[in-house]
């Protein structure tokens, strides 16, 4: 019953001061529209662009959205956004100051919003108070991302390319050492190719012809030594093969040019601001103005009170 005759006794103070009411929160409403108008706030406009990593390979655990969310929020991709914008300017901020990095930062963190969606794509978002810049730097992060990526992959196969040429190298001077010493046995001991001699002198024999006793003594001496000579530089000239095969591809991916991102939704010129939005401040300030009414209505009647319960006694 106390709270029903609280709540009574505030529609009644409302009631009796309607008009004043009235009056405060038209006046609040009012000064909220004009205060959130063009004069006072700048308003910004809002470009978006989604797209999903594209022939990326993963560095880490983290997925190809990741990755990619990384290197866009990186402050390489940032400084030139900045750079070739010319945030600092555009954005008023002297950059002389001993905190001008901190608010260039803050500056492009409020501005320049980086997200994943539920779907595992990438959200590039730009407010800016000029709709055709808030594209473009959306478009320019894209093109920072693609860049960067590119140099990174670069600078990783140059390294895969330098490291298999070595060994490559390393691989020529075993393939001429085994190569000299099955030339030697071939030049001094006769030695050229066991199955196929060694089949030859098999026949001769069995047709009564005489074979060449010295060359078939000569692999019964050193044919273990030729196979294996032989074998292992088989074996060297595949891998080294291999090698100059991972050049190859190496050398191919540090000339090639591709996107590192497919983009599903490009950005476009806005053509209504996005911020502020008047309407939601008026009513906003409306509410506000009506609510410090009330209270400082009510605090007015509170202090009545006990002055007439004085007058009354007297």
């Not at 004043?20 to 959130?36: D, Y």
């Not at 594209?54 to 990186?74: F, H, K, P, T």
């Not at 010319?86 to 997200?115: F, R, W």
Request: charged share 25%; net charge negative.
């Amino acid at each position: 019953m106390e709270s029903y005759f609280k709540t009574k006794s505030i529609f009644g103070l409302i009631a009796r001061w309607k008009w004043h009411l009235l009056i405060i929160t038209v006046v609040s409403a009012v000064l909220g529209l004009v205060f959130s108008g063009p004069y006072f706030i700048h308003p910004k406009y809002k470009s978006s662009a989604t797209l999903y990593p594209a022939n990326i390979v993963c560095l880490s655990d983290e997925s190809e959205s990741e990755q990619m969310l990384e290197i866009m929020g990186s402050d390489d991709i940032k400084f030139q956004v900045i750079e070739k914008y010319g945030l600092y300017s555009h954005y008023d901020i002297d950059s002389t100051e001993t905190t001008s990095l901190a608010k260039i930062m803050s500056q492009y963190d409020s501005n320049v919003i980086i997200e994943k969606t539920p779907n595992e794509a990438i959200m590039i978002t730009v407010c800016d108070e000029n709709p055709q810049m808030a594209a473009d730097m959306v478009n320019s992060i894209i093109e920072f991302y693609d860049a960067h990526v590119l140099k990174l992959n670069a600078v990783k196969s140059e390294e895969v390319l330098e490291i298999y040429i070595s060994a490559a190298k390393e691989k020529e001077h075993i393939i001429d050492s085994l190569s000299e010493v099955l030339k030697k046995y071939g030049t001094e001991y006769g030695l050229i190719d066991q199955k196929s001699q060694t089949k030859a002198y098999s026949e001769a024999a069995a047709q009564g012809r005489s074979g060449n006793d010295a060359i078939l003594k000569n692999w019964q001496t050193y044919g273990a030594e030729y196979a294996k000579t032989d074998s292992l530089l088989t074996n060297t000239i595949q891998r080294y093969n291999k090698d100059l095969k991972i050049c190859e591809d190496a050398r191919r991916d540090i000339n090639k040019v591709q996107s590192y991102s497919h983009v599903v939704s490009k950005p476009y010129v806005a053509d209504k601001k996005f911020y502020p939005v008047r309407w939601i401040i008026t009513l906003l300030a409306g509410l506000g103005g009506c609510l410090i009414g009330i209270i400082a209505i009510a605090i007015i009647e509170g202090c009545r009170k006990p002055k007439e319960e004085i007058d009354t006694q007297d």
